[in-house]
């Protein structure tokens, strides 16, 4: 607020470069100073009306157009580089080996006698497993998957795991349904999700050892 003493304008006191500050000021012939605080001048020395009012309006469109500046560095910012502020995606490795049995029976014709081992960089609580053989993808609105888990709780943390194995915590997602052997030289696709993080990755099984009688 200010006061009207004598015909002339005195000290005016309000937040320091509000707009209202600046054009009561300027209306009141009083100068703006650092501390928020509006000087009485001469009025011989005041800048002309229509002046004073350019002025308060150009300090606004300065601070207008800093905050506006601040607001769009922030946000180009964020959709430059938020993703190393998010989880990635989980990375999934596979490899096979060769299975060491001494049971002499052997797979079935056109089935890997591999060992297929999955590996997902670090520990996971899996919600969700699914193995899909990629032809069936391409060819069917819903695949089949012949390996098909998921929990509905905590399961065990997982770093890796050979296909078929039993999965601490998860369970078959339709009852009783076991793990399908995999097709020698067939390509897969598997899938894991540990709530929102997920991850997916194709892979091939060996082609079959060419057989000599």
């Known amino acids: 607020m200010f ?3 004598g015909g002339k304008s005195l000290l005016f006191f309000d937040m320091p470069g509000s707009p209202r500050a600046i054009i009561a000021a300027s209306l009141a ?3 703006w100073t650092s501390r928020g605080v509006y000087s009485k001048v001469e009025e011989n020395r005041i800048f002309p009306l229509p002046l004073r009012l350019l002025i308060g309006y ?4 300065k601070k207008i157009v800093l905050v506006t500046v601040i607001v769009l560095v922030g946000v180009i910012y964020y959709f430059l580089y938020h993703d190393f502020f998010t989880e990635p995606g989980i990375q999934i490795h596979v490899s096979t080996r060769p299975k060491i049995s001494f049971n002499p029976r052997r797979p079935k014709p056109g089935m890997t006698d591999q060992i297929v081992l999955i590996s997902l ?3 996971y609580k899996l919600t969700s497993l699914k193995v899909i053989p990629v032809e069936d993808i391409k060819t069917n609105k ?3 998957a012949i390996w098909d888990l998921t929990s509905e709780s905590n399961s065990a943390p997982v770093e890796g795991f050979p296909y078929g194995t039993k999965i601490h915590g998860m369970h078959a997602t339709v009852k009783g349904l076991e793990p399908e052997p995999l097709v020698s030289g067939a390509e897969y696709r598997i899938m894991v999700e540990a709530n929102k993080i997920k991850g997916q990755h194709d892979f091939k099984t060996p082609a079959a050892a060419a057989t000599t009688e």
């Open 58 to 61: 150009y300090i606004m469109a």
């Open 121 to 123: 960089g670090k520990e």
């Open 29 to 31: 012939n009083q100068v």
């Open 3 to 5: 006061k009207i003493r």
């Open 142 to 144: 819903f695949p089949h």
